[in-house]
C-alpha cells in the first residue's frame, strides 16, 4: 500500500515528521515527495496488519494520530489504542481531548 494522492488537501498526516536535509534549490513539489515518500516507507511497516484487520489505512492514520497526541509516551500508547478500538467497536463516544483538538 503506497500513499499516491496529489491533491494538497489530501496530504495532512503523511508528511512524516523527521529531520530532512533539504537541498536549497529543491523545490517544494520535490520536498512533497520526499515526505510522502517517507511516509510510505513507515506505513509499509503496518499496513499488512491493516488489511489482515480490514481496517483501512486512512482509518489507521487517523486513529494513530489521535492516540500520538492523547499519550503522554510511549508506554501509554499501547492502554490508549486498546481503549480507542473497544469504544469503537462498541460503538462507543471516544470521549478523548485530542477528538476535540483536531
Do not use: C
Not at 29 to 58: H, P, S
Request: zero cysteines.
Amino acid at each position: 500500500t503506497v500513499y499516491t494522492n496529489t491533491k494538497p488537501e489530501y496530504f495532512e498526516g503523511v508528511y512524516y515528521p523527521d529531520t530532512y536535509l533539504v537541498p536549497r534549490d529543491e523545490t517544494g513539489d520535490k520536498i512533497a515527495t520526499r515526505l510522502i515518500g517517507r511516509f510510505n516507507e513507515q506505513f509499509a511497516l503496518y499496513a499488512d496488519k491493516y488489511i489482515k484487520a480490514n481496517i483501512r489505512w486512512v482509518t489507521g492514520l487517523k486513529i494513530a494520530s489521535l492516540i500520538s497526541r492523547e499519550a503522554a509516551g510511549k508506554a501509554d500508547m499501547h492502554l490508549i489504542s486498546g481503549i480507542i478500538w473497544n469504544r469503537l467497536n462498541d460503538g462507543m463516544p471516544l470521549q478523548i481531548d485530542a477528538t476535540m483538538q483536531y
